[in-house]
């Protein structure tokens, strides 16, 4: 019994062999260490392309949903194809993913979708956990049917200014040209003549030119006398000669604010609801009715010229005009604006300056800051009152000033507290600006 004691003291006592024990107790943690951290790569490689074809599943059938291209009832069925077609059959399978829930909301015009798959563990299958689950949730809103848009576009003279005073700068024109260029691209994108979205422009400096329904509309008009010599030496001579002279009522091109009664309405101009014609200088660039022809509508937007002061409340009411049904008359074949209550209908409205609003004709103020006042009044009057026909209204201030900021953000509409009102310092933010407008509007706008 004493030998066998003995030697298990000695065991004990024996170090050798230890550093063997602690390397393959060491070497099996690190081993299992090393095996987890390639699973949870391959969670994160997963994850991340489960969600994105989850995400332009989303968008391309909220799209459909807003072009009309898909029909409710076959949103799940869109849903399906959209989701397998940014499947890699490498990473994931379409087999692979099951689709949990899809939620058409149509009161919130929204669509939510709810994915999962089960990833198949490598080395913790060892340890039991054979398959680790993924989620994915995305969810986006959808226009309605039907789109009408209307960009009142400022080409006063201070847009022919360099950004920020800068040489190397392009100038603010021509931001403006490549910005609203972009927000058409991804409202037309993917888009032909039979789809419903319609856009409209109303440039503006000092006047609006409204050439293409000057002839259908009431305008005070401008008097003048004309004059005839009809021969001799006349009254103050002798022979039988004298002057004829009759009045005469013009109808320039160019129109300022209407004022009175129906000064913040979209009443159609009528006899009794004129619109006063301009004296001051008219813009080269004419309105353009509601249209799905981008072709044209770029072509305008390329002519812009700037010059001018700035009547911004007159293009506001212009933007107003062409959203209202009340002045189909005036505009051309396929232009003609939906009611404001018509169901699948959105009207929008984009207001854009670079400056503060400075002329009111009708009571002959040019570029001065009483102009400024009155003006500001007009456009909030008129911003309001679309507002409340359900016109949503976005607005930019483009290297503008405080008083122009505060007016652009008072006449935007807000959105759960949300205004749609942007500042945009630069070419880049200006197109950041036009190009999230554009995309709420044709409804492709992740909500989570």
């Known amino acids: 019994m004493r030998i066998v004691l003995d030697r298990l003291k000695d065991f ?3 170090r050798r062999g230890n550093f063997g024990i ?11 260490g090393s095996a987890m951290a390639i699973d949870v790569a391959r969670m994160f490689a997963t994850h991340n392309k489960l969600v994105f074809a989850v995400d332009a ?11 009309g291209d898909i029909p409710m009832d076959e949103a ?6 959209y989701l397998d077609a940014n499947l890699d059959n490498r990473t994931l399978k379409p087999a692979d993913v099951e689709i949990d829930a899809i939620n058409v909301d149509t009161k919130a015009r929204s669509l939510e979708v709810k994915a999962h798959t089960l990833m198949p563990m490598t080395f913790a299958g060892i340890v039991g956990y054979d398959d680790h689950r993924v989620d994915a949730v995305s969810k986006a809103q959808f226009s309605n049917t039907e789109i009408e848009v209307v960009m009142a576009l400022d080409i006063t003279g201070s847009m022919g200014n360099k950004i920020g005073n800068s040489w190397y700068s392009p100038t603010k024109l021509s931001a403006l040209q490549d910005a609203a260029a972009l927000a058409l691209d991804t409202l037309f994108e993917d888009v032909d003549e039979d789809d419903k979205i319609r856009v409209g422009l109303v440039p503006y400096s000092e006047a609006v030119n409204a050439a293409p329904v000057i002839d259908k509309i009431a305008t005070t008009g401008l008097t003048e006398e004309e004059c005839e010599w009809t021969g001799g030496r006349g009254r103050w001579g002798r022979g039988g000669g004298d002057y004829v002279c009759t009045t005469v009522t013009t109808y320039p091109d160019c129109v300022r604010e209407r004022t009175g009664t129906y000064k913040y309405s979209d009443a159609f101009a009528t006899s009794s609801a004129k619109i ?11 309105i353009v009715p509601l249209t799905s022809n981008q072709s044209k509508l770029e072509s305008t937007i390329d002519s812009f010229s700037a010059s001018g002061c700035t009547a ?3 293009a506001i009411g212009w933007a107003y005009y062409m959203l209202s049904s009340k002045w189909n008359s005036a505009w ?28 009111f004709e009708s009571n002959g103020y040019y570029c001065t800051n009483s102009g400024g006042s009155l003006s500001e009044d007009y456009a909030l009057g008129l911003c309001s009152a679309m507002k409340n026909d359900g016109v949503k209204v976005y607005s930019i201030a483009f290297d503008a000033g405080s ?5 652009m953000k008072n006449c935007a509409t807000s959105v759960n507290g949300k205004s749609l009102y942007y500042n945009a310092t630069d070419e880049d933010s200006l197109e950041e600006a036009f190009l999230e407008i554009a995309r709420d509007i044709k409804g492709l706008r992740l909500v989570n």
């Open 12 to 14: 004990a006592r024996d």
């Open 22 to 32: 602690m390397f393959i107790a060491l070497g099996t943690t690190l081993l299992m």
């Open 57 to 67: 599943a989303v968008l391309a059938t909220t799209q459909g949903l807003t072009l």
């Open 76 to 81: 799940e069925e869109a849903v399906r194809k």
């Open 276 to 286: 006063g014609s301009s004296e001051y200088d008219c813009p080269n660039a004419e």
């Open 312 to 314: 911004g409340h007159i």
């Open 332 to 359: 051309p074949d396929g232009s003609d604006a939906e009611d404001f209550d018509e169901p699948g209908v959105s009207k929008y409205a984009i207001i854009m300056t670079d400056g503060e609003f400075n002329t």
């Open 403 to 407: 008083a122009a900021e505060s007016l």
